[in-house]
């Protein structure tokens, strides 16, 4: 069963920073691209980021790029989100995204999510 568990979230003043994790489980790791969305409280869901887990290539959403950055650790089956100068507007839950491809039509989608963890950006 695939399981994806995210922690690191928590309350954080403007101009802070915050690591998330993401603790993967129950797939081949090493054969998924992983991604970060975030959807906050009265919005629909946001993508924030992705890391090609075949390659390592890193994208971002532009709003975030040069203060988001995402990583893996395969050895650990384990994605991370570093988050650096957080603003209110950063508040949401956070959740971790197994993305996958139906190849018959090269078809990307997410398959799959984890619980989230919630960032809180206030003074």
């Known amino acids: 069963e695939v399981q994806l568990v995210e922690s690191g979230g928590g309350m954080v003043q403007p101009g802070g920073s915050l690591r998330l994790s993401c603790a993967a489980s129950?797939?081949?790791?090493?054969?998924?691209?992983m991604n970060w969305a975030r959807q906050a409280r009265g919005k629909g869901p946001e993508w924030v980021s992705s890391?090609?887990?075949?390659?390592?290539?890193?994208y971002y959403a532009d709003s975030l790029k040069g203060r988001f950055a995402i990583s893996r650790d395969t050895a650990k089956n384990t994605v991370y989100l570093q988050m650096n100068d957080l603003k209110p507007e950063d508040t949401a839950l956070y959740y971790c995204?197994?993305?996958?491809?139906?190849?018959?039509?090269?078809?990307?989608?997410?398959?799959?999510w984890g619980q989230g963890t919630q960032v809180t950006v206030s003074s």
């Open positions: 995204v197994r993305a996958r491809v139906w190849t018959l039509y090269n078809y990307y989608y997410y398959a799959d």
């Open positions: 129950g797939f081949t790791f090493s054969s998924s691209d």
């Open positions: 890391v090609n887990t075949g390659d390592g290539t890193a």
